[in-house]
């Protein structure tokens, strides 16, 4: 465990008792997977807090312009979260008309929300263009004629940005990297459709283009690809006599997710951005945009916790050690999606100095439902407690039902032993699979 904290895998708010059982934010996760069940997902509400203001911080040290942090909300969304991340001063990103009516009903301002997606529906692109939203992202020239289409149905002028794709590779699994020249996002820049769309979007009267986006992929450590976007958007903005007012390098930024990972500063991520932002502009000469970042994994995958239940467990012929746990690829397909790791802790045993390569899978029918492939772990028993951290981005909001599994429950906490429930488990006799 302490090479965990040390790591920083788990919540601010961690402690470890003299027993080898965890507390987050006093709260002990024996105490609450009794009371709401498992699988059980936990937000530390420090870590997100510290997390939003570091970004802040690192901002208010290394770029004097204006700039705004926007929460990727794909990464996990509910009511009541949108709720406590809207009262922390940042702007949300959405990608969905559910996403957009929870960020509106829990208080975020349209002003405060930029809508993305490659293939928006019309009635996505009308709301967006109702509520006025701060900016809506055109991902291509379809999109671009479509969205002037009804505009002018409705004879208004809306804030576009233009999400530009530089056509380079950036080092992550190929399921998340979406800077590159197949990628279905965004305006090529290679293909002179990048040029084409910012021309044709300063032309027309039912377009104000605020802003230029580029997203490059997700669980990224290295600076320099935002560097080399950034110079490739500011030299298409001055090819076209266009003056950015706001430019957004997209989210991206990586988290260890095991002690073997890379752990990477945001500060410098933000160093990197301003300070190309900041070259740019002066042999441009042109003024400071608003920089508008879009992390998601960086904000809430360490504040997240994910809480199983130990089931069977059995040996296979070539001495593999397996546990199975109570959840699985349906709360968390990471693993089967991009091979991802994590590690895990035996809540209660965790001082135990004898442990033991083993397997991770989940209750579910197919073979790829793995969660860990390999974690050194103590002698366990059933109804043990496995608790897996890094489990705050990506794993809930990429949730099925497969096997009519009902998605889990879902706490916040707070120090002192608070909790609020963000998201009730579902009941499998309530669901719509029934009707
Ligand atoms: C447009 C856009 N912005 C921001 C993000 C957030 O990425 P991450 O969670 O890696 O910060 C994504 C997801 O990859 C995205 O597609
Ligand atoms: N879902 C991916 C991240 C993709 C982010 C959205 N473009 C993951 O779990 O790592």
Sequence with gaps: MSSFIEKDLFPLSTELRPDGSITIAGSSLKKLAKDFGSPLYLYDSETIRANIQKLKNAFSTFYP?????????????????AEKIAKQDIELDVVSMAELLIALKAGFSPKQIHFHGNNKTTEEI????????????IDNMDELLYAEKIAASKNKCVKIW?????????????????????????????????????QYALKSHFFELTGLHCHLGSQIFDPLPYRITIQMLYDLAS?????????????????????????????????HISS??????????????????????????????????????????NGLRIIAINGGMSDNPRNALYQAKYTAVINGKIASNEVFPSRIVGKFCESGDTLIDQVYLPEAERDDLLIIPVSGAYQLSMASNYNLAPRPAVLWLESGGIYELLQ???????????A
Excluded at 126 to 137: E, F, R, S, T, Y
Excluded at 276 to 303: D, F, H, S
Excluded at 426 to 432: A, F, T
């Design 65 to 81: 312009g204006n700039f705004a942090i926007a929460y990727a909300s794909k990464a996990y969304l509910s009511r009541k979260f």
């Design 126 to 137: 009308q709301k967006a263009i109702d509520c006025n939203i701060h900016a809506l992202v």
């Design 162 to 198: 233009l999400r530009i794709t530089p056509d380079i590779h950036v080092k992550t699994h190929p399921h998340i990297e979406t800077s590159a020249a197949e990628s279905k996002f965004g305006f090529h820049v290679t293909t002179g459709e990048a040029k084409a769309g910012i």
């Design 239 to 271: 090819e076209c006599g266009y003056v950015p007012s706001e430019l957004s390098p997209g989210g991206g930024w990586g988290v260890p997710y095991s002690t073997e990972d890379p752990v990477a500063d945001p500060n410098d991520w933000i160093e």
């Design 276 to 317: 190309a932002v900041i070259e740019q502009c002066r042999q441009k000469q042109m003024p400071l945009p608003k920089i508008v970042i879009e992390p998601g994994r960086w904000l809430v995958a360490k504040a997240g916790v994910s809480i199983y239940q130990i089931g069977s467990q059995k040996s296979t012929p």
């Design 424 to 434: 009730y488990r579902e009941n499998p006799e309530e669901s719509s699979w029934w």
